[in-house]
Nanobody
Framework: QLQLVESGGGLAQPGGSLRLSCSSS????????IGWFRQAPGKEREGVSC????????NYAEPVQGRFTSSRDNEKNTVWLDMNSLEPDDTGVYFC????????????????WGQGTQVTVSS
């Protein structure tokens, strides 16, 4: 598991948008599928999306389908999560993770996590 850094969180109103970034210093991400996860207060961490190393295959969890978009630029060593039509239930700490393989979005399979970035959706 790589040491990744998440950024871009903040406060958004319902219906608003945020863009999260995931990067790594010193290690290139182009060989790794990357997953986005989130953890709401009092709830277990859950997978949000995953993107393969080429950016050609992307999966989304049902609650964010059609609202969130994951993308990557391997030359910039960055993976993004564009979040639109935000809802209060999207509130939580968001994490990115290098996946064991594309689609391996079960949080219990990973021991090391970054700090995450807080997303709060509230009016």
């Amino acid at each position: 598991q790589l040491q990744l850094v998440e950024s871009g969180g903040g406060l958004a109103q319902p219906g608003g948008s945020l863009r999260l970034s995931c990067s790594s210093s010193g290690v290139t991400l182009d060989s790794y599928a990357i997953g986005w996860f989130r953890q709401a207060p009092g709830k277990e961490r859950e997978g949000v999306s995953c993107i393969n190393s080429y950016g050609t295959s992307i999966n989304y969890a049902e609650p964010v389908q059609g609202r969130f978009t994951s993308s990557r630029d391997n030359e910039k060593n960055t993976v993004w999560l564009d979040m639109n039509s935000l809802e209060p239930d999207d509130t939580g700490v968001y994490f990115c993770q290098s996946l064991n393989y594309f689609g391996a979005s079960e949080p219990r399979h990973y021991d090391h996590w970054g700090q995450g970035t807080q997303v709060t959706v509230s009016s």
